[in-house]
């Protein structure tokens, strides 16, 4: 297996050594990798904001998330943890937060100013351990503590198997008749560990080129 050898995917070089090290250790998917136009780094800044962002992500399509975030960021401005708690649950509903987004916004900034919740430094924690801290907070599950540590991390070995653009290219590659779920798409993607963000990345690459939309 090649060493990756980046402790995390912070830039576009970073991500091209990843690229080049998955296609060496897995050259099966270098037909995969070949005929895409592009790989996005999709990389976001630690902290609230960026969990805030994938909160408001989940369950919707990419242009409805982006459309209720900036929404969002524009009634809540500067768009603080304690700016969010003096707003309360109103500036959220006009944004179109749902009931289930505004609980899990709000518990993320009561931890953050109650609590001390320090999301940047979550981010060099084992990863095991940075998700059970994530968990634990109100409305966050496995999806989004996923997601905040491939995205806005970098760490170099995660995969959102609760993803169904994931779900669809792994069921794609693995000849599956349905779409797997989560739990047997986290079985199957073990296989390319330990550069699972890599493979990622590159799934929902090909998961936009393949089926015409923005896949996060």
């Known amino acids: 297996m090649t060493d990756l ?3 995390r995917i912070r830039s576009q070089d970073n991500l091209l050594a990843g690229v080049d090290a998955f296609v060496q250790s897995f050259p099966d998917m270098r037909s ?5 136009p592009e790989i996005p780094l999709r990389s976001r800044t630690p902290g609230f904001e960026g969990l805030a962002e994938i909160i408001t992500a989940q369950q919707v399509s ?23 708690l003096e707003g309360g649950n109103d500036p ?12 899990a916004l709000i518990g993320l900034a009561e931890a953050i100013v109650e609590q001390g919740l320090d999301l940047e430094g ?3 924690l084992a990863v095991d351990d940075a998700i059970a801290r994530l ?19 970098g760490h170099t070995d995660i995969f959102p ?17 349905n779409k797997p779920d989560t739990k ?22 090909h998961y936009a080129l393949t089926r015409r939309k923005s896949a996060i």
């Not at 995969?32 to 895409?36: E, F, G, H, R, T």
């Not at 998330?65 to 700016?83: G, N």
């Not at 509903?93 to 505004?102: F, L, T, V, Y």
């Not at 968990?135 to 991390?153: D, H, N, R």
């Open 5 to 7: 050898n980046i402790a």
């Open 32 to 36: 995969m990798v070949d005929a895409l």
């Open 62 to 84: 990419k242009a409805s998330a982006s459309a209720i975030f900036q929404r969002t960021k524009m009634l809540i401005d500067p768009f603080t943890p304690s700016a969010l």
């Open 92 to 103: 959220l509903i006009e944004a179109g937060q749902s009931r289930a987004k505004q609980v």
């Open 122 to 124: 979550l981010c060099d």
């Open 135 to 153: 968990t634990a907070l109100k409305g966050i599950g496995p999806w989004s503590a996923e997601v905040y540590l491939l995205f806005c991390a």
């Open 161 to 177: 198997a609760g993803d169904v653009a994931l779900q669809h290219v792994v069921g794609e590659i693995c000849g599956l008749p």
């Open 184 to 205: 047997l798409t986290r079985f199957l993607a073990e296989k390319w560990a330990p550069l699972r963000s890599i493979a990622a990345r590159i799934f929902y690459a």
